[in-house]
């Protein structure tokens, strides 16, 4: 191995990764007795104008370099120490800040300074191969499935039969076991005829326990503290003043004494209308602003609802408690393909 | 380096018998023996990528999913995705004793009783945040510079599948928590599939394994959120990496710049160096907004429960644009032969989505058949070359500024005491109005600007000073260095550094009389 006598030692070819202050030809690290320009890739030397101010100056990048990576070093060794101490969420963000932006800040000063900077250029070569490449691909594909599909119609069709039946049959199972088919799920609450409203706590409600003005979240007595079950029987109680409400025909016995109850589930999208505007006695949605007429059969007034609130039928019974008359009588919530046409019938004269 | 005699005796020997890269060497060979990596690999190093600034905004999509993953994998050691009830007992006192889900349990848990748990879950939702962001503002720089043109059609399409995936995984990691505000998303999100006319009860049936809220969804979204979109993201990210590798990057005319040529930096050392500091930098401050910028602060909010919700209800950025689409949307359903369509919903939260994403996936197709240009560009153009096409991307980006700014209505009436009808009709207009001003008043000042003078070139300032006698002159600026070559770029050299020929003789450079090692510059 004797010719390799003359090469250069290892230390000395790094190619790209120079020694710091590359970029100026004639900087530190190239006194070597090599030709740099046959080690190194061309660099533009120190004084070329094209070169933005900083890479002049090699020695000041490496030292703000050198300072960046030291700060950096500090603020990831403090992170180690806050995390140790367990020194709160801000001690650690700023010492994982200081640590990890000054060492990429160093990393890329060095990158962009130090480093060559070229501008280098790459040829790109076509990517697409010749016309006969093509044709030979085309051919391949073609004459292959010819020849199985002219032979062996039969085995082809019965291959592709198979393969089809089984992923047709291994989607249905597949969706189906993802949950029950809705049935009439969507069309029904837990309210019955005799519900008994109660709160979230299962307290029922007397018919002196509310003023005029006042709100209540019910439930049917024995479905208050399952989600599942809130989610859909939740209806908002509310007392009005009994002579301004507006009587919707058919609705003659469903708010004694002032006392309305309207279905929580907002009919554009399902949120809690939670939001009662007491003063014009309006249900607001607060995820879309859809209001509501509490005096007036809960028809949308403003925002994108286009159904009003179901209202659920109620009445004292025999010990002053309120009750349901019997369930909604169409389905709360959001409209889907199957909902019927119940329940869009027209504001009445306000 | 053919051995000429047996084993090298000596440790300087065997040093030698390796050449003049030593270790290095050796460890190239020997991969290079089993995978045959040394040509590829070599031009993987050589790879150019150019200097301009715009191409950093993928890299910063990227360094943010980088942050998502590692913080991510962290939060999945302390989150439990249970729907079960249980009763709070832990550090945050004002939650002492409610009764809420083991999800919402475990994120307050991971939040307080966890060493850097809040920190980890900060920076995951602000590079959430950021990831999407980035991945939008890439996508422009690549829409109005005509980066998307053949050949990168493919590539293009992967990057809008990848802001799909990335707002899809972003909305299921947001309601992981299972707090009243997430919960109140998801009941949305439900209310929203069960509009799709013929199959949305079916569809919402499946996902939520039957009526809204049941036991099942946090389990599923969990499972969707940490593994499935993740693997689809990657894969994809992968992809779209390696065409970018295939194909090459575009670059912006220039100097020595040509359809046939790449111009800027090696990814070794140069663009290596400087993209590793990058990403350094990026988790730098997805870490100072995760201790600093409190997000998503869900002890605040308290645990779902479905009768409950809470005022000014928005959900993350990335998703305004729906939620302004449904707040001025008006009540358009459609009732009849015993069915419903519930327009108000299926228009804004499906169709307008579905369109707009449409749109962005079908653009290269469509300016190919308007423009009749079927040709490979790797040149990009000037946003200002392109009037209509800026048009075409600005008005789309008033239509989802709108949009967005829609979904703030409430906010908006109360912060300026005017009434929530007028700031619905305001944006009701608006959202017709600001897409076609926006267009064709870009569309105006890309021609305007065409024809400025010599606008591509920049000028020399001036400096305007006021005389004793109170005159105001302007002259031209000290020349500074360099400033007549301002324009001019350098030369650009090519990367490769080719080793000599193991024949000597044709290349004409100095020898050291050692074939296949002495090296010479240009190849």
């Known amino acids: 191995m004797s010719e390799h006598e003359d090469a250069p030692a290892p230390g000395d070819v790094e190619v790209l990764g120079a020694a710091g202050g590359a970029p100026a030809g004639g900087g530190p690290g190239t006194g070597d007795g090599h030709d740099p320009e046959a080690v190194r890739l061309p660099a533009a030397p120190a004084d070329d104008p094209h070169l933005q101010e900083a890479a002049r100056h090699p020695r000041r990048v490496e030292g703000i370099v050198g300072l960046s990576f030291l700060i950096g070093i500090a603020g990831v060794c403090a992170f180690g120490g806050a995390y140790v101490e367990s020194a709160g969420t801000q001690v650690y963000a700023a010492t994982l800040f200081i640590g990890l932006f000054f060492l990429g800040f160093g990393l890329t000063a060095w990158g962009k300074y130090l480093m060559p900077r070229g501008p280098f250029v790459e040829e790109r070569h076509p990517m697409e191969s010749s016309a006969r490449d093509r044709q030979a691909m085309a051919a391949a594909l073609v004459e292959r499935t010819g020849i199985v599909v002219r032979r062996r119609k039969v085995l082809g069709g019965l291959l592709v039969t198979g393969l089809g039946c089984f992923g047709i049959v291994a989607a249905f199972p597949l969706l189906r076991s993802l949950g029950p088919k809705p049935g009439s799920s969507l069309f029904k609450t837990n309210w019955k005829k005799g519900s008994l409203l109660v709160d979230i706590n299962g307290k029922p409600v007397h018919r002196t326990d509310m003023q005029v003005g006042g709100l209540l979240t019910v439930f049917p007595k024995g479905k208050q503290s399952t989600t599942t079950a809130q989610a859909v029987d939740q209806t908002v109680l509310i007392r009005v003043q009994s002579t301004t409400l507006v009587t919707m025909k058919g609705r003659g016995d469903w708010a004694p004494d002032g006392y309305v109850a309207y279905s929580k589930v907002c009919t554009h999208l399902g949120c809690p209308v939670g939001l009662y505007e007491q003063e014009l006695e309006l249900l607001v949605c607060p995820c879309h602003q859809s209001m509501f007429n509490v005096r007036d059969g809960a028809f949308p007034v403003f925002g994108p609802a286009p159904r009003p609130l179901p209202q659920l039928p109620i009445y004292f019974d025999s010990t002053g408690f309120l009750r349901a008359r019997r369930g909604f009588d169409q389905p709360v919530g959001p409209g889907f393909w199957e909902r019927t046409t119940i329940g869009n019938g027209k504001a009445s004269a306000t | ?523």
């Open chain 2, 1 to 523: 380096m053919a051995m000429t005699d047996g084993r090298p005796r000596t440790r300087r020997e065997a040093r030698r018998a390796l050449g003049p890269y030593g270790r290095i060497q050796q460890a190239v060979n020997e991969l290079d023996d089993r995978v045959g990596i040394a040509k590829g690999g070599r031009v993987l190093l050589d790879k150019i990528f150019p200097d301009h600034w715009s191409f950093m905004l993928g890299e910063v999509a990227l360094y943010s999913f980088v942050v998502l993953v590692a913080t991510g994998i962290f939060l999945t050691l302390y989150y439990v995705p249970s729907s079960s009830i249980v009763v709070y007992h832990g550090v945050y006192k004002p939650l002492d004793g409610m009764k809420m889900s083991g999800a919402y349990e475990s994120t307050v848990n991971l939040s307080f009783a966890v060493r850097a748990g809040l920190l980890m879950r900060q920076m995951h939702h602000w590079a959430a945040d950021v990831f999407v962001g980035s991945i939008v503002v890439h996508m422009a720089r690549i829409f109005f510079t005509g980066a998307f043109r053949k050949p990168r059609e493919l590539n293009w399409t992967i990057g809008i599948t990848l802001l799909i995936l990335a707002i899809l995984n972003g909305f299921i990691g947001y309601s992981l928590p299972d707090d009243l505000i997430s919960g109140t998303g998801i009941r949305i999100a439900y209310s929203i599939l069960l509009s799709i006319p013929f199959v949305g009860s079916y569809l919402a049936f499946f996902l939520f394994g039957g009526p809204y809220p049941g036991t099942i969804i946090l389990e599923r979204f969990y499972i969707v959120h940490v593994l499935i979109l993740p693997l689809i993201i990657i894969g994809l990210i992968g992809a779209h990496l390696g065409l970018l590798v295939r194909q090459k990057h575009t670059q912006f005319p220039g100097h020595g710049r040509t359809e046939h040529n790449v111009v800027g930096s090696p990814l070794f050392p140069q663009f290596a160096a400087k993209t590793t500091g990058f990403m350094l930098m990026v988790t730098g401050v997805l870490g100072v907004l995760g201790g600093y910028a409190q997000i998503n602060p869900i002890w605040q909010f308290g645990p779902y429960q479905p009768p409950k919700i809470s005022y000014a209800v928005q959900p993350d950025w990335y998703m305004g644009f729906l939620d302004g689409a449904l707040r001025i949307m008006p009540s358009w359903q459609w009732t009849g032969w015993g069915h419903t369509i519930p327009w108000e919903v299926f228009l804004p939260a499906v169709v307008f989505p579905g369109l707009v994403f449409n749109i962005c996936l079908m653009w290269p197709a469509l300016e190919r058949r308007f423009t009749k240009d079927y040709e490979m560009h790797n040149l990009l153009d000037r946003p200002r070359d392109r009037p209509k096409r800026t048009a075409a991307g600005a008005a789309m980006i008033g239509l989802l500024f709108t949009v967005f700014a829609a979904s703030s209505t409430d906010v908006l009436a109360n912060y300026f005491q005017v009434s929530l009808n007028e700031v619905l009709w305001f944006f009701r207009v608006a959202v017709v109005v600001v897409p076609i001003v926006t267009g064709l008043v870009t569309w105006k000042v890309c021609v305007e600007m065409q024809h400025v003078p010599g606008a591509v070139k920049r000028k020399r300032a001036m400096v305007v000073s006021r005389t004793a006698e109170g005159e105001y002159v302007a002259v031209p600026a000290p020349e500074r260095p360099g400033d007549e070559h301002h324009e001019l770029e350098p030369e650009p050299v090519p990367v490769r550094i080719e080793l000599e020929p193991e024949t000597v003789g044709a290349s004409g450079t100095a020898s050291t009389g050692e074939p296949g090692v002495r090296r010479v510059v240009r190849g």
